[in-house]
């Protein structure tokens, strides 16, 4: 009968509390640090994909997009005094380029075939992954096509090459 008792009970007992997003967010920052700062590029993505695809349909809706835009906000005003100053200006930079383009359009120019969700490949279209950490890959203009990225956002093509990219701690 005690069995019995264990699986009623543990079947009636509260559900735990989800867990905050920004205990989430912060959680995947610390197991993708390492791994994005020493693997291949493509590990990085892979576990960025994950958290970032939090329905695991393979594709980014808007709500997932805004979602993510979100949690990079309130985690980084969050551990504002835990970033070094080129890891604050570079979130700030990237917060402000999405907010001037707007999240719509970006959702729009880079869903190419138009379902209502970004594919991974659609995502990369502009980038060339390879064996190198992707702050390496995503520095190399031999890489990343600047060009296609600043056409699909409908920036003229220098806007992203002129970018100060501090390089901080990268290779």
């Not at 890959?137 to 699909?152: F, N, S, T």
Request: aromatic share 6%; with cysteine; net charge negative.
């Amino acid at each position: 009968m005690s069995g019995a008792f264990a699986v009623l009970a543990a079947s009636t007992a509260p559900a735990a509390a989800p867990e905050p997003p920004i205990v989430a967010f912060d959680r995947f920052i610390a197991e993708s640090d390492p791994v994005c700062r020493s693997r291949r590029a493509g590990d990085c993505v892979d576990l960025a994909w994950r958290f970032a695809d939090a329905d695991g349909d393979d594709g980014l809706s808007m709500a997932e997009l805004q979602a993510i835009r979100t949690d990079v906000e309130v985690w980084a005003i969050w551990r504002q005094a835990d970033l070094a100053a080129h890891e604050r200006s570079g979130i700030a930079m990237g917060l402000w380029l999405v907010d001037a383009v707007g999240l719509d359009y970006l959702h729009a120019a880079y869903d190419a075939d138009g379902d209502g969700l970004i594919s991974r490949t659609e995502l990369l279209a502009d980038v060339r992954l390879d064996e190198r950490p992707i702050g390496a890959v995503l520095l190399d203009p031999q890489a990343v096509d600047h060009a296609a990225i600043g056409r699909r956002l409908g920036l003229p093509p220098s806007v992203l090459d002129r970018l100060p990219l501090d390089q901080g701690d990268q290779p």
